[in-house]
């Protein structure tokens, strides 16, 4: 039973950095087959692919965001989490995190995802 669970806050100041981590738990974030992702979801808008990091620790990024996105990984607590810097009311969403055999905007059967988190730009 893999879960994935998101924490951080739920609101944000313009021009502020966004910190998120996910806990996982019921596999290794090291795990080679997989890619451990952020993905989100702006209001009344599609999934929006955000970040990875695979089990060996190769980075991808989104490329309209990787000037301002970095996704990192504690191998020790099972954890891995996203910065977004210099924030926006564009970057309101759900984030989700999950576990992806193939990164991208899409919700796979064998995928696993974590509930989401609801983060909110405002001043």
């Known amino acids: 039973q893999v879960q994935l669970q998101e924490s951080g806050p739920g609101l944000v100041k313009p021009s502020q950095t966004l910190s998120l981590t996910c806990a996982v738990s019921?596999?290794?974030?090291?795990?080679?087959?997989?890619?451990w992702s952020w993905i989100r979801q702006p209001p009344g808008q599609g999934l929006e692919w955000v970040a990875a990091?695979?089990?060996?620790?190769?980075?991808y990024y989104r490329p309209s965001l990787k000037s301002r996105t970095s996704i990192a990984r504690d191998t020790s607590k099972n954890q891995f989490t996203l910065q977004l810097t210099s924030v926006t009311p564009e970057d309101t969403a759900v984030y989700y995190c999950?576990?992806?055999?193939?990164?991208?905007?899409?919700?796979?059967?064998?995928?696993?995802w974590g509930q989401g988190t609801q983060v909110t730009v405002s001043s």
């Open positions: 999950a576990r992806q055999s193939r990164f991208g905007a899409v919700r796979a059967a064998d995928d696993y």
């Open positions: 990091i695979g089990g060996s620790g190769m980075t």
């Open positions: 019921g596999d290794s974030i090291t795990t080679t087959h997989y890619y």
